[in-house]
């Protein structure tokens, strides 16, 4: 994928502006710290609800072509989190699909909670503000998604629970890398997708994610991943129902953001388009507006 020009004319990284920061930081787990350090860490591990102590923390960066990663670990070598520099287009809409992965369809199949915000850089970027998004370490081992040629995986119930949540997200970019198989005592966990970068992407389209992955295979036909679809399907609409009114007010704050070098895109019209993308893929899912009461 090709990365979006998102550079002020100053070619400085891309900002947020103040007020943007401020409707973030009421809509998303949002926290803004300086440099990534110790005690940076700790503000933040403390938010996702993991505490680490201060002299225990390792912190290796990754410098990538157009942005920079963090892996922290504890004294003992163990990785906690994963932190990515945050320099796609997409970024808003990913971290709008974590949250509502983790906070309201079913955070079983994504990683447990997430944080985002800004970080300071070092030297002469001291003053700028790079986005970031942290997420806890969920230790597996990835997929192979060679068990597509075994129709009686137990593998093809958990991706069709993802299938139906990769299309209430358009989540694209379905790779093995992306998905994690968890483990335990007894056998398998889960499988978790770690990788969120590409969901809302195509919403004028009907999503055809999965098509590239399992080309030449009828997923769709498969009795497991059909029983785990309807699994998911129930599991979401439930969750809905206890929750009625999160997402319309998460798409209401989301609409008050205005366009900056960071958001490139009309929150409003967004939001718009994702409503009447979820009409045509997920008919019976009710969203609740702020402002009015009926559904959407």
Request: one cysteine or more; proline letters at 5%; aromatic letters at 14%.
């Amino acid at each position: 994928m090709q990365p979006q020009n998102l550079q002020s004319k100053s070619k400085e990284p891309p900002q947020l502006t103040s007020k943007n920061v401020a409707a973030l930081d009421k809509i998303f787990n949002w926290l803004c710290v300086n440099a990534i350090d110790p005690t940076a860490i700790s503000a933040m591990a403390e938010r996702l609800g993991n505490p680490v102590t201060l002299t225990n923390i390792q912190i290796v960066l990754r410098e990538k072509i157009f942005y920079s990663q963090f892996q922290i670990f504890n004294g003992n070598h163990q990785q906690l989190f994963h932190i990515k520099q945050a320099w796609e287009g997409n970024y808003l809409r990913e971290v709008l699909a974590l949250h509502l992965a983790t906070r309201v369809f079913d955070p079983e199949l994504f990683v447990p909670d997430y944080l985002t915000g800004t970080y300071t850089g070092a030297g002469k970027k001291a003053k700028l503000a790079f986005p970031y998004i942290m997420t806890a370490f969920v230790k597996g081992k990835q997929v192979k998604f060679g068990f597509k040629k075994d129709p009686e995986s137990p593998l093809w119930w958990w991706f069709g629970r993802h299938y139906f949540l990769h299309t209430l997200l358009s989540l694209y970019d379905v790779d093995p890398r992306h998905f994690l198989l968890e483990e335990e005592d007894k056998g398998m966990k889960g499988v978790k997708r770690i990788d969120l970068g590409l969901a809302f992407t195509k919403l004028d389209q009907s999503y055809d994610g999965f098509q590239s992955a399992f080309k030449g295979v009828e997923f769709e036909k498969n009795p497991a991943f059909q029983q785990g679809f309807a699994f998911e399907r129930e599991k979401v609409l439930h969750n809905l129902q206890t929750n009625r009114f999160a997402v319309g007010e998460i798409l209401f704050e989301f609409t008050q953001l205005e366009m900056d070098h960071i958001l490139d895109f009309d929150p409003n019209q967004f939001c718009q388009n994702l409503i009447t993308y979820w009409r045509k893929a997920v008919p019976d899912l009710e969203i609740i507006p702020k402002s009015e009461p009926g559904s959407i």
